[in-house]
């Protein structure tokens, strides 16, 4: 019920923009760096997470999750565990609100050299969610955090 829940959430949120709001964010997206996304946070969210050191924590999990994940397990084998926890945990401080700066490259630019497909896309967010449960982030909270992830699903899913 809880991941219907969460996935309609996402379904809406990606639906939810105007056609110009949504033609602005592409072309945010393609100068300005992945963090750059145009949604505030949710008062405190940043804090909700533990700051700086519950995000590096929850990320470092998270890649262990998805490395072992049987859906996304082939796509993560070669990633570099220490510096996409780091990327992560940069990006999801800045989202929130934290004082961190992403440095990456867009979410376009890296996820080009992979195929990608709404399947693969949210059953990231289901292990993100699982992450999130193990460290007793309250649900509320996970939902804001999903909600300023949610606008990057059309530069991260390139496939059918
Ligand atoms: C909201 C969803 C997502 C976000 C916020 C996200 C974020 C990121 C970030 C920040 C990086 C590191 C970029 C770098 O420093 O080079 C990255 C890399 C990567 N992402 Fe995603 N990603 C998302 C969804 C996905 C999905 C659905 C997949 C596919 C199954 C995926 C597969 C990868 C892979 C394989 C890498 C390269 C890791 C490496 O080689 O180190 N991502 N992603």
Same mark, same amino acid.
Request: hydrophobic share 50%.
């Given at each position: 019920?809880?991941? %219907?829940?969460?996935?309609?959430?996402?379904?809406?949120?990606?639906?939810?923009?105007?056609?110009?709001?949504?033609q602005s964010m592409d072309k945010m997206a393609a100068v300005t760096p992945a963090s750059?996304?145009?949604?505030?946070?949710?008062?405190? %969210?940043?804090?909700?997470?533990?700051?700086?050191?519950?995000?590096?924590?929850?990320?470092?999990?998270?890649?262990?999750?998805?490395?072992?994940?049987?859906?996304?397990?082939?796509?993560?084998?070669?990633?570099?565990?220490?510096?996409?926890?780091?990327?992560?945990?940069?990006?999801?401080?800045?989202?929130?609100?934290?004082?961190?700066?992403?440095?990456?490259?867009?979410?376009?630019?890296?996820?080009?050299?992979?195929?990608?497909?709404?399947?693969?896309?949210?059953?990231?967010?289901?292990?993100? &969610?699982?992450?999130?449960?193990?460290?007793?982030?309250?649900?509320?909270? &996970?939902?804001?955090?999903?909600?300023?992830?949610?606008?990057?699903?059309?530069?991260?899913?390139?496939?059918?």
């Amino acid at each position: 019920m809880k991941q %219907l829940i969460t996935l309609c959430t996402l379904s809406l949120l990606a639906l939810a923009g105007t056609p110009a709001l949504a033609q602005s964010m592409d072309k945010m997206a393609a100068v300005t760096p992945a963090s750059a996304y145009p949604v505030a946070p949710a008062a405190g %969210l940043f804090d909700a997470f533990g700051g700086q050191t519950g995000i590096r924590s929850l990320m470092n999990d998270f890649v262990v999750r998805l490395k072992a994940d049987p859906r996304l397990a082939e796509a993560f084998k070669e990633a570099n565990a220490a510096n996409l926890a780091k990327q992560l945990a940069d990006q999801v401080c800045q989202l929130s609100g934290g004082p961190c700066v992403y440095n990456g490259p867009t979410m376009k630019e890296a996820h080009s050299s992979m195929d990608v497909s709404r399947a693969d896309f949210n059953a990231l967010v289901e292990v993100l &969610q699982v992450s999130m449960d193990a460290r007793g982030i309250p649900f509320t909270r &996970q939902n804001q955090l999903l909600a300023l992830l949610a606008p990057m699903h059309r530069d991260v899913i390139n496939v059918r």
